[in-house]
């Protein structure tokens, strides 16, 4: 198990260090020059104070060397700053994490529930009426693009009937109430949830299905055990193995979704941030989001494959057994 | 009506399949009385294994089709309900089936197994099932019982999960126990261990029996009678001895002479033992 | 005896699909679904109202029995513009999963032919990239550019091969390890012949299941980032172009702009899915009726 583990997190550093280059490539790949940047504008500036800021910066350093150093700042939290307003990366990217983490941890929690609940249903009674409302619903949240349901969300119940606030955090100059931040992430928790939910459902069903006919539940069954310690002691454990898995796996997808609704909703959060810093060129913030968002992923799928690992006997006792 | 506990009239299974409707069982009738051992023999695909599923309700509704009746100590079986099987399942007929270590649960020790049914159906306690766990894996002869408690099936050896399977049923008390292919998926030494074994449970315990197999030397040894089956089919019934000695149906015959010659030799002597 | 028996096998796994497809009630649908949507698009521009005249005497008005879909604003037929953004929509979904085929197919062929340590490399680099969402990559590209159909494309294709490699990278590596592939070996053909042979008829079916379903996420993809105009530049209708440019005014009520050209995305997609599914059902075996 601790191997397991062990070996795991090995497998996670040239992970890390593969997106560390892809963000050392967006620094790099920023058109204009840096040095010219920070005096305003290459007219203001001799050759020779040109070369001398370049030197300080370590410009003119090979790329690994800058690449090494990069690194040792990003390392520090030094993750330089915005190149128009000057505003410190990662001070914004801190503040727009917290929001992100904030929609995307109660869609999580929500897709992670109802995908359990609706996918059993469905699978435990395999080609039942129940079972084609789940699936065609499924198959539905797959091709919806979420930036569209966002949209017509908004033109129903913010437009239409006023119900619901369709964009920010909360209300500019209110109070800050609970509520009102409550009203607020209801859209955009809404579309994300419907639009991703999917996936996870048909997962559930198909696995529910395929323990169902395993013999151990026949086996169980047929020692007259009740459906309740069937479903919770034998079906789930075995079922939900694959689905902690795929709740790391997915958690690309589900970040997807949530840029484009952020984006739609004017939600404060990392996607709004990046897709605004794509549109405005400003690629630290971009290389910012990327740093984040991927060791965010990264960690995820960590944590699923050892909560899986902790769950599975056969890993749990392999280390006694070597 | 007190002797038989089971008693099959004119059982029909039906599978649906995308090619067509299957009949795995067609119009089988047999009895199985109180203490005795009946061996359903077949080639695999025969449907012995329908017949033994129809007994528990196992077969499912969504894809098969089940009719004729089915009594078990007088009371029908066809049309009861979940909770009216729940009394019957485990409890008044017991079962062990083929590849011992898939029926068990690969999240849970063997303790645990023997846990559950014990609480359900006697509302014991954990240490009360513990020591009714080590009573039943000490009646199959289980080697280090303790260890196995808490052991995984992927722990144990074949032969040793299919003994843990045994107690498991065994420790429900049934009237009735159906061995579904008890044997097959076992390496050779261990399949003559639990053949042994379930000669010695069945004089000390004085169970009805339904042993489930295509191989004939296990139903040699096992059964007092003995059904043939094929196609779905029951082509010859019989006592065992008189059967395997003179078989009277074409398909019999072609059944033991493919068996003779390989390695049941030992076990046909048994059946002279039993005899 | 045994070519022919290869060469049976292998039209039999091709005919299959088809006629499994057939009888599958919702991939029917699907199909029948996707044809007349690719009709309309190739054809209605043609024929129906021009897409690009606009009337200072119709912005903003709902639908009608003149404009189907409503107009947009700047008093264009939105019907008209819906099909002609359809054509362009599946115009880059199919050529960017052509590409992404392509470029799937060499690194699977690459990762599951070649050494070991090769292929595990090339499996860290495909886990890597998958952990990267999709959005966030392709803006990535998208945004180091000047938009434009071609190069939409290729981002979709950057993001969209993985699929493929993985399918083509398994099969080689149950291919190879086949007896009549080891048997060949030994008997001194080529590996590579080998597996040209063999390998098309073996990975047509999942292969085609992985491409269809991915055509699906390429429309969405394309439209999502065209919404954000970071695909299709802006004077050309796509759907997702339509959408960018019906926000602002189904912000103001007219819910139209932003109804139909979605409604026609998820229609697509739905009925491609539905295709993908009967593609995916007909390979399995467990599949049983109900009596």
Partial sequence: MLRFIATRIAGVVPQLLLVSLLAFGIVKAAPGDPVASLAGGVEFMSAA???????????????????????????????????????????????????????????????????????????????????????????????????????????????????????????IGGSGSLIDRAAHLVLPVATLLLTQLGPYIRLVRSSVRDTLSAGFVRAARARGLSRRTLVRRYILPNALTPFITWAGLSLP?????????????????????????????????LMGCVVVVCTLVIAGNLLADCLVAALNPKLRRSHAGE | MSISVIEIRGLCVDYALASGVLRAVDDVSFTLSRQEVLGIAGESGSGKSSIALALLGLL?????????????????????????????????????????????????????????????????????????????????????????????????????????????????EPAVLIADEPTASLDLLAQVDIARLLA??????????????????????????????????????????QVFREPTDAYTRELLAACRPASTRSSMSGTGATA | ????????????????????????RLAFFGLMLLLVMVLLSIFGPWFGQDPDAADAATIDQAPSGT?????????????????????????????????????????????????????????????????????????????????????????????????????????????????????????????????????????????????????GQALILEATLSFLNLGVPANIPSWGNLLGSGMRAALSGAWWAVLFPGLAIVLAVVAINFIGDGLRDAADPRRRLRL
């Fill in chain 1, 253 to 285: 997808l589900l970040i997807s979704g949530a840029f484009v609704v952020e984006w739609v909703f004017s939600w404060p959060g990392l996607g709004r941030l990046f897709l605004q810093s794509a549109m405005s060129r400003e690629y630290p913030f």
């Fill in chain 3, 67 to 215: 404009h189907l879909f409503g107009t947009d604003h700047l008093g264009r037929d939105l019907f008209a513009r819906v099909l002609l953004g359809g054509r362009l929509s599946m115009q880059v979904g199919v050529f960017a999963i052509l590409i992404a085929a392509v470029l799937g197919g060499l690194y699977g062929l690459v990762s599951g032919l070649g050494p070991r340590w090769l292929d595990h490399l090339m499996m860290q680099l495909l886990d890597t990239l998958l952990s990267i969402p999709v959005i966030l990559f392709a803006v990535l590209i998208q945004a180091t550019g000047e938009p434009g159909v071609l190069r939409l494309s290729i981002a979709i294709a950057l993001v969209s091969w993985m699929g493929v490699a993985r399918i083509v990278r398994t099969e080689c590596q149950q291919l190879m390890r086949t007896d009549f592939v080891l048997a060949s070996i030994a008997s001194g053909s080529g590996a590579l012949q080998l597996v040209a042979r063999h390998l098309l008829p073996n990975i047509a079916r999942p292969l085609l299941v992985v491409l269809t379903v991915s055509i």
């Fill in chain 2, 60 to 172: 499912d509704s969504t894809d098969s089709r089940t009719r004729g009746s089915v009594d078990f100590d007088g009371q029908s079986l066809i049309g009861l309900d979940e909770a009216g099987w729940r009394g019957i399942r485990g409890r008044r007929i017991g079962a062990v089936f083929q590849s011992p270590r898939e029926c068990f649960n690969p999240t849970m020790t063997i303790g645990q197994h023997f846990e559950d049914a014990l609480r359900e159906h006697f509302g014991l306690s954990r240490q009360l099932a513990t020591t009714r766990t080590l009573e039943a894996l000490e009646r199959v002869r289980m080697p280090r019982a303790r260890e196995v408690i808490g052991s995984y099936a992927f722990e144990l050896s074949g032969g040793m999960c299919q003994r843990a399977a045994l107690a498991l049923a065994l420790v429900l």
């Fill in chain 1, 49 to 171: 104070d040109h070369a001398r800021v370049s030197h300080n910066l370590g410009l003119d350093q090979p790329l690994p060397v800058q690449y090494g150093r990069w690194l040792a700042r990003m390392l520090q939290g030094d993750w330089g700053s915005s190149l128009k307003d000057g505003r410190p990366v990662f001070e914004v990217v801190a503040r727009a994490l917290g929001y992100s983490l904030l929609l995307v941890g109660i869609v999580w929690t929500l897709i992670i529930v109802t995908g359990i609940v609706l996918g059993y249903l469905a699978g435990s009674a395999p080609e039942s009426r129940r079972d084609t409302v789940i699936s065609g619903f499924a198959a539905l949240s797959f091709a919806v693009p979420p930036f569209w349901l966002g949209l017509m969300l908004i033109v129903v119940f913010s437009v239409g009937l006023g119900l619901l606030p369709a964009s920010g955090s909360a209300r």
């Fill in chain 2, 200 to 241: 010695e449970l069945r004089t000390e315990l004085g169970l009805a029996m339904l042993v489930i197999s295509h191989d004939l030397g296990l139903i040699g040894r096992l059964a007092d009678r003995v059904a043939i089956m094929h196609k779905g089919r029951i082509v010859e019934t019989g006592p065992t001895v």
């Fill in chain 3, 1 to 24: 005896m045994s070519e022919d028996l290869s060469t049976w096998a292998s039209r039999e796994y091709r005919a299959l699909p088809w006629v499994a497809l057939l009888q599958h």
